[in-house]
């Protein structure tokens, strides 16, 4: 189809997308099919969220709006594949977009503090692209950042974001602890936090709460645990493994000390999330998901950036055998054909580790139909370059089976299930995986069709509705 199309920044999950079995889609009102796709950034703290508007056949970009009404400000937007939006992870009707990056460039991004009318920002690079976004996300959400290592009593200090909003500091002692109080008003959002000029890992953004607690060792510099208050009480534990690690925990101020690295008995893939034991305490795992295109999804299991241990890896009651890991880990990635989590349908495992300088990537996936053994995606172990783009996306569909070529029916959106405990009891079929000949294919398709019944496949997962999905255009 040739023409061009009007990119609709106001299309989000939940609004104004449908979804098939590639993803999902929208119609543009220039005509043409615009593809939308998710991702997290950074990725493992999942600070904000990126949407990325790609009109479908190469047709040319003309306008972008927001639910009708023009943006302003873009030029010579034929010459850009796709369009990017990024909104803070707090922003859950996607209300407020932070940042508009055209393409894939560095020197392109455009942010706005006149509502419509859009400016170049030549100065935004892959390096700064954090601290300008929590400084956009200062101003549109009143979200800020929390400076640990501010801890002097009845003092204030400026939000590490903005340089403008004051954020107050009460300081307590009790025998040896000592806690200091961050509180801005009635309720305080926070984006992120640091200690001093060092990004925390494992504590995530934080919508009105009434205050953020800190609790410090009276004799030594290291905080020790933090305390999120919001009609509930949250707790992070410092791991004292990793200097600027941080674990959700359960439980309060009797874990106090320092914790170690967590170790997870067995990490089931076949939940959205939950709450795990380690033995110590529960361990709150987030899970990540959204769509990379072609009718591929991807599950992320983290600790927000905190490391953790996992002994075996599992999908509901089937253990993934030849799945593991020395090391610990800052993620584990499923990759699925559609978005179910569904056994037959996971096709490659991910585990992201901890390199020398840089993250390590581990790849599995089977090796025939038949196998029910993972073992080492031949050109991983130990590499520090992940798959991702095209490169990804051809290694699921190499992985793909005729069996999880059926259409997704789901209106999923794209979610973060930060420690929601939802447990499969789906029945799932035996594990297979790998690839086969095309004869052997072909014969094996014509008999599921003639004698095996159709199965049905129960959704697992928290879903926001269930709908008719119209069939794209081509």
Not at 76 to 97: A, Q
Not at 108 to 130: F, V
Not at 203 to 224: A, E, I, Q
């Amino acid at each position: 189809m040739s023409g061009n199309v009007t990119i609709d920044i106001n299309n989000r999950p939940g609004g104004g997308v449908e979804k098939d079995d590639k993803g999902y889609y929208y119609e543009s009102d220039g005509g043409g099919i615009v593809n939308l796709t998710s991702a997290w950034y950074p990725e493992l703290e999942g600070t904000y969220r990126k949407l990325t508007h790609t009109p479908k056949n190469g047709q040319k970009i003309s306008t972008i709006n927001k639910g009708g009404t023009p943006q302003e400000g873009f030029t010579d937007l034929s010459s850009y594949s796709s369009v990017s939006v990024y909104y803070w992870s707090g922003d859950n009707g996607f209300s407020k977009p932070l940042l508009i990056q055209l393409g894939t460039g560095d020197n392109e991004c455009y942010t706005t503090t006149n509502g419509n009318n859009w400016g170049k920002d030549s100065g935004i690079t892959s390096g700064n692209l954090r601290e300008k976004l929590n400084k956009q996300n200062c101003g549109k959400n009143k979200a800020h950042v929390v400076d640990l290592s501010q801890k002097k009593n009845n003092h204030n200090y400026q939000c590490p974001g903005c340089q403008i909003q004051r954020i107050n500091v009460f300081y307590s002692s009790i025998a040896s602890i000592i806690s200091s109080t961050h509180s801005i008003g009635r309720s305080i959002s926070v984006t992120s936090f640091k200690n001093s000029d060092t990004w925390q890992r494992g504590l995530p953004s934080l919508k009105d709460v009434s205050t953020v607690m800190v609790y410090w060792n009276g004799y030594g510099n290291t905080p020790l645990i933090i305390a999120q208050q919001a009609g509930k009480q949250r707790f992070f534990r410092k791991n004292k493994d990793y200097v600027n690690s941080w674990i959700e925990v359960s439980t309060g101020q009797n874990d106090l000390p320092d914790g170690e690295t967590p170790t997870l008995a067995t990490l089931d893939l076949s939940r959205p999330a939950g709450t795990y034991n380690d033995g110590v305490g529960n361990i709150n795992v987030t899970v990540r998901n959204g769509s990379i295109g072609d009718g591929y999804w991807r599950y992320q299991y983290s600790l927000c950036g905190g490391l953790f241990k996992v002994t075996q890896v599992s999908h509901n009651n089937a253990l993934l055998t030849g799945v593991s890991s020395q090391d610990p880990l800052y993620s584990i990635s499923a990759y699925y054909y559609a978005d179910i989590l569904d056994l037959e349908k996971l096709l490659l495992i991910e585990l992201r580790s901890s390199g020398s300088s840089k993250y390590t990537y581990v790849y599995f996936h089977r090796s025939s139909k038949a196998a029910d053994e993972w073992s080492n995606y031949p050109e991983s172990g130990g590499e520090t370059t992940r798959l991702q783009g095209n490169d990804l996306t051809q290694k699921l569909k190499k992985e793909q089976l005729p069996d999880t070529r059926t259409n997704p029916s789901s209106t999923s959106e794209f979610k973060d299930h930060d420690s929601i405990s939802n447990k499969s009891t789906s029945p799932i079929g035996p594990a297979i995986g790998g690839t086969v000949s095309v004869l052997v294919a072909l014969v094996a398709m014509v008999l599921l069709v003639k004698f095996w019944p159709k199965i049905r496949t129960r959704f697992v997962g928290i879903w926001n509705g269930f709908g008719i999905h119209k069939k794209r255009k081509n």
